[in-house]
T-cell receptor, first 112, second 113 residues
């Protein structure tokens, strides 16, 4: 079991550029979560997928953010255009039914 | 809406037992209590989960009183490597209500030699 895999590990980009973060959940898990962590706001849930279907995206900050899960083994979180205030660590997590969340090691995004 | 309250920080010394309490007055009947540990530059990691009374695994124990309005994570004989942020999470992850997947501020545990 390789765990939840996120890429890239670090991303530095300029304001206005498009950023795509990637996540491969644990095989067999049917729920996927995107979180964002900053010093000021802590861990924030952005969006939650169940069986590849977005269930709740009320945590997505604004229309610049979008997430997709085209199949059970892959999800993306896209920010376009990116802004400096989007700088944070973005975590992906997956779970099976009511099992605990399994987190990846995150993508540290810096927008200059 | 289940909401948790934890101390912001705690200090301890190696070899001591550490107890971190979480308050969750609005816990619902189907809610479980789950604790996660987070080291710098890593995602949170599951420690222990329980519904009532006491749960013990190789890492920690979780004590839950009968009213379930609080819970205590107990770490026996901590070491320097236990320095981390500990989060208490209350919810039924099987449900679609994402309000119950909200992490609080966590407790930052610092272990000294």
């Amino acid at each position: 079991d390789a765990g939840v895999i996120q890429s890239p590990r670090h991303e530095v980009t300029e304001m206005g550029q498009e950023v795509t973060l990637r996540c491969k959940p644990i095989s067999g898990h049917n729920s996927l979560f995107w979180y964002r962590q900053t010093m000021m706001r802590g861990l924030e849930l952005l969006i939650y997928f169940n069986n590849n279907v977005p269930i709740d995206d009320s945590g997505m900050p604004e229309d610049r953010f979008s997430a997709k899960m085209p199949n059970a083994s892959f999800s993306t979180l896209k920010i376009q255009p990116s802004e400096p205030r989007d700088s944070a660590v973005y975590f992906c997590a997956s779970s099976l039914m009511d099992s605990p969340l399994h987190f990846g090691n995150g993508t540290r995004l810096t927008v200059t | 809406l289940a909401k948790t309250t934890q101390p912001i920080s705690m200090d301890s010394y190696e070899g001591q037992e550490v107890n971190i309490t979480c308050s969750h007055n609005n816990i619902a009947t189907n809610d479980y209590i789950t604790w996660y540990q987070q080291f710098p530059s890593q995602g949170p990691r599951f420690i222990i989960q329980g519904y009532k009374t006491k749960v013990t695994n190789e890492v920690a124990s979780l004590f839950i009183p009968a009213d379930r309005k609080s819970s205590t994570l107990s770490l026996p004989r901590v070491s320097l490597s236990d320095t981390a942020v500990y989060y208490c999470l209350v919810g039924d992850i099987g449900a679609y209500n994402t309000d119950k997947l909200i992490f609080g501020t966590g407790t930052r545990l610092q272990v000294f030699p």
